[in-house]
């Protein structure tokens, strides 16, 4: 999942003054400091499953999430719950089980999330697959995005199984592969090629929810029922290679620089869309009176060729297609012209967007002589309803501790391929963190506050056994 995140502010003195003090409390006591930095402090049975989850490198490419399915299905079996490892023909495995209940008819909620994650990169301070405890936290790639919320929705299943009462619908758990290289060997092969696996599914509970939390406060809840779609592309050159002393426009990488140069020229055309204005309303309440009047007046404050009025960080997603090349491969040495080049770019559409009129745009901008390919893209869908028995579930448990909103997102994620369906899903983070702990996603030192993850599970257990309950 990818996600834009606001950088923190840095926080006032005063603010630091309790971690001072705590800092303090820490010298005086060093064997409760050495157990925090050393793993070896108590964890919860939840907790502990994600320290272990956090151990496994399933990092994307190549995945290998195979020792990651047979972790979590080694914990369903000892809590007597049988499930099944499916492979694609490239060999990567998901894991699926089926908590049925009696009478249910087989409706069911999937409790979907990804096993994969992306790479580390340099600049941690810790080692990135240590499951490392540390000053609190749990650290490792995949803390956040997306083991966390993978354990939590697996101490759901089992915590009905060990003490649920009567049930009146099914809970399917799984956890895929490849989410972060778009699904095509996850979700995306087992709904084409196990269609059987997802029967009388009638809601989806994934990542991406955007709760609001300053000061150890939770001022909303954020579930996400709408999402920009991707359109990721390839752009390949070919050119007449050669010595680099020699003048050669004819290149394939001056070819792939002079196009690209083109394309990011594209004039950007801001709109509101539907989800998003109807996001920001649901907002607006819990604004102040100048944000409360922006958001319920968004339309009056965002002309197609730019905002009217100044925006938080992060908000024009919400407004644009946008475009970035993330990856330029060409040549090694310096003294050399290659005789071949590639980039790709990473475009996100919004709900609507017409996806072929802008592949289109972008071919006529590169011009002629370079050849462009469509690696991943994804239809339009409605957004998932603010309504329905599992988004009550969720707005009830939630909603005793804080507003709960129906939210769009920038980012996207396996969610789509229910939309396109026809079947609601929802991104859910149960866990209420700060700024600074959720910008640790797709960057260095990802990691999660252990109390506030032993919160979020019993807030997911909560709302599943409300869904299943028998009526």
């Given at each position: ?103 249910s ?17 340099p ?63 996850g ?10 696996l ?14 609001q ?30 010595h680099?002393?020699?003048?050669n ?7 792939l ?33 100048h ?7 968004i ?14 960080p ?33 475009v ?36 998932s ?19 709960v ?21 929802y991104?859910?983070?149960?866990f ?40």
């Amino acid at each position: 999942m990818v996600l834009p995140r606001r950088r923190p502010r840095p926080r006032a003195l005063t603010a630091l003054l309790p971690l001072l003090f705590l800092a303090a409390l820490s010298l005086a006591a060093p064997g409760r400091d050495a157990a925090a930095l050393t793993g070896s402090a108590k964890l919860s049975e939840a907790a502990g499953w994600l320290q272990g989850y956090l151990r496994l490198d399933t990092t994307n490419p190549p995945g290998n999430e195979g020792p990651a399915a047979d972790y979590l299905a080694g914990i369903l079996a000892r809590a007597g719950i049988p499930s099944q490892r499916i492979e694609t023909p490239a060999r990567r495995a998901s894991l699926w089980a089926r908590l049925a209940a009696p009478g249910s008819g087989g409706r069911a909620v999937l409790l979907l999330h990804h096993m994969d994650v992306v790479t580390p990169g340099p600049g941690w301070s810790v080692p990135p697959f240590s499951g490392l405890v540390k000053n609190g936290r749990l650290w490792g790639r995949g803390a956040l995005d997306d083991k966390s919320l993978g354990i939590a929705q697996l101490a759901a299943v089992i915590d009905l199984a060990r003490h649920g009462g009567p049930r009146g619908r099914d809970v399917v758990f799984l956890a895929v592969a490849d989410e972060e290289s778009g699904g095509g060997e996850g979700t995306g092969w087992l709904l084409a090629h196990r269609p059987e696996l997802f029967a009388g599914v009638e809601a989806v509970v994934g990542e991406g929810g955007r709760n609001q939390v300053v000061n150890g406060r939770i001022l909303w809840w954020g579930v996400e029922v709408a999402q920009k779609r991707p359109l990721w592309l390839a752009v390949e050159a070919d050119g007449r290679g050669g010595h680099a002393s020699s003048l050669n426009p004819a290149s394939a990488v001056h070819q792939l620089v002079v196009g690209l140069a083109r394309v990011l020229a594209i004039p950007q055309r801001w709109r509101v869309t539907t989800p998003a204005r109807a996001y920001l309303k649901a907002l607006a309440p819990y604004q102040n009176a100048h944000w409360r009047q922006v958001f319920t007046h968004i339309d009056g404050a965002i002309a197609e060729t730019g905002p009217r009025t100044f925006l938080f960080p992060g908000m024009a997603n919400l407004f644009l297609d946008t475009l970035q090349v993330t990856v330029l491969q060409a040549g090694e040495r310096i003294n050399v012209i290659p005789a071949a080049a590639r980039a790709l770019i990473d475009v996100r559409l919004l709900p609507d967007t017409d996806g072929e009129a802008y592949r289109a745009a972008v071919a006529r901008a590169l011009g002629e002589g370079l050849d462009l390919k469509v690696v991943l893209t994804s239809p339009p869908a409605a957004p998932s309803p603010a309504a329905g028995r599992l988004y009550a579930a969720l707005a009830k448990v939630l909603g005793a501790e804080a507003p709960v909103v129906p939210a769009m997102v920038p980012g996207f994620t396996d969610s789509r391929f229910f939309r396109a369906r026809g079947v609601a899903a929802y991104g859910v983070s149960p866990f209420a963190l700060e700024a600074a702990d959720s910008a640790g996603i797709h960057g260095v030192d990802e990691r999660i506050p252990i109390a506030a993850f032993d919160r979020g599970v019993e807030r997911l257990k909560r709302a599943v056994a409300a869904y299943a309950a028998r009526e």
